[in-house]
Nanobody, 118 residues
Framework: QVQLVESGGGLVQSGGSLRLSCAAF????????MGWYRQAPGKERDLVAS???????SYADAVKGRFTISRDLGMNGVSLQMNSLKPEDTAVYYC????????????WGQGTQVTVSS
């Protein structure tokens, strides 16, 4: 059974930093792309950053140069380092794991709240 467990959200002032972590259980990393999405109140869930099994990363334009996604082999998961945070980064952040060969194997964490005060 696949399980994604997120941690690291919280309240931070504008310009501050947070690091989100996602521990993954029951997935095969060689066939899994992982990423972070976020959803603000009244808005759709959008991709923030992703990383392939080969380590290739991609970022939403709004976070380029501020956020860094990386694999965490120690906890079999993925992390998101968020620097220079802005109030518009406030959202619930979700970890995602997707099997690149099997569309039905698309999994989500429970979400972690990030709030940036101005």
């Amino acid at each position: 059974q696949v399980q994604l467990v997120e941690s690291g959200g919280g309240l931070v002032q504008s310009g501050g930093s947070l690091r989100l972590s996602c521990a993954a259980f029951g997935i095969t990393f060689s066939t899994t792309s992982m990423g972070w999405y976020r959803q603000a109140p009244g808005k759709e869930r959008d991709l923030v950053a992703s990383i392939t099994s080969g380590g290739r990363t991609s970022y939403a334009d709004a976070v380029k140069g501020r956020f860094t996604i990386s694999r965490d082999l120690g906890m079999n998961g993925v992390s998101l380092q968020m620097n220079s945070l802005k109030p518009e980064d406030t959202a619930v952040y979700y970890c995602n794991a997707r099997n690149v060969y099997v569309a039905q194997q698309n999994y989500w964490g429970q979400g972690t709240q990030v709030t940036v005060s101005s």
